[in-house]
């Protein structure tokens, strides 16, 4: 529903961008910081490698990430769609490479940290919660509210 130009929904009016960031930033950071805790070849230094890592990670499958999808399309239709999950590791590749204090050693824990995120990003994009607020999600919610008035 719509009250003076604000979106208000079942977790109450919509965040601002600097909230919906700052959510998708903790949330990164949650997710590699579970990869490193269940992955032994994942190395995290310290917290503030951690929260870099997350920022770093977020930038790059904000901006970088949606290019790829779409230069790869072809290849995604004709691999069905196994191309796009080597894009998700190559985000993680880069982070480890731009991050310091942030190493994920091996090819094969590259492909288990990328199936994790996936996972992890699945059962998020499932559930309901305050965390949907970002992006598609927020934007799929705002149709449906329209719909309904």
Do not use: C, Y
Request: positive net charge; glycine residues 8%.
């Amino acid at each position: 529903m719509q009250r003076q130009g604000a979106t208000v929904g079942p977790w109450g009016r919509s965040p601002s961008l600097a909230v919906r960031l700052g959510v998708s930033w903790l949330t990164n950071a949650l997710l590699l910081g579970l990869v490193a805790a269940v992955l032994d070849d994942v190395r995290v230094d310290d917290g503030w490698s951690l929260l870099a890592a997350a920022a770093v990670f977020g930038v790059l499958n904000t901006v970088l990430k949606p290019i790829l999808r779409f230069v790869t399309l072809p290849l995604a239709i004709l691999t069905l769609g196994i191309a796009w999950f080597f894009v998700s590791l190559l985000m993680l590749v880069i982070t480890e490479e731009l991050v310091g204090g942030f190493d994920i050693h091996g090819f094969w824990t590259l492909v288990a940290a990328t199936l994790i995120v996936w996972l992890a990003n699945l059962a998020l994009d499932v559930t309901p919660g305050p965390w949907q607020i970002t992006g598609r999600r927020r934007r799929l919610r705002q149709v449906r509210e329209r719909d309904r008035d």
